[in-house]
């Protein structure tokens, strides 16, 4: 640490001037869950997914005839897509 002289003359003020060793701390995302993706390899075995789908939107059809809003509807398509793709496809391993 040092103390120079301001610039103005007639001032009796003394600058500090110090220089400071920083070390960031590691940020730790070890609570949070990771973004779990689709074994996108599997989409090649189509008829498989097709009898899948299938199956599963003939059950939604019949939900989606009742009368509901657009909310209830995407929900219940988001959720039958994504309970078909996790049973064919799986999800993809993470490596470190």
């Known amino acids: 640490m040092r103390t120079r002289?301001?610039?103005?003359?007639?001032?009796?003020?003394?600058?500090?001037?110090?220089?400071?060793?920083?070390?960031?701390?590691?940020?730790?995302?070890?609570?949070?869950?990771?973004?779990?993706?689709?074994?996108?390899?599997?989409?090649?075995?189509?008829?498989?997914i097709k009898i899948?789908?299938?199956?599963?939107?003939?059950?939604?059809?019949?939900l989606l005839k009742e009368e509901t809003n657009m909310q209830d509807n995407s929900k219940v398509i988001r959720e039958a897509l994504t309970s078909t793709y996790q049973e064919v496809l799986g999800y993809k391993e993470l490596y470190h």
């Open 5 to 48: 002289r301001g610039t103005g003359i007639d001032s009796d003020h003394h600058l500090v001037v110090a220089k400071i060793k920083l070390k960031l701390k590691k940020h730790c995302t070890t609570g949070k869950t990771a973004l779990q993706r689709f074994n996108a390899a599997f989409l090649r075995d189509t008829d498989k």
């Open 52 to 62: 899948t789908l299938n199956s599963r939107f003939q059950a939604v059809q019949y």
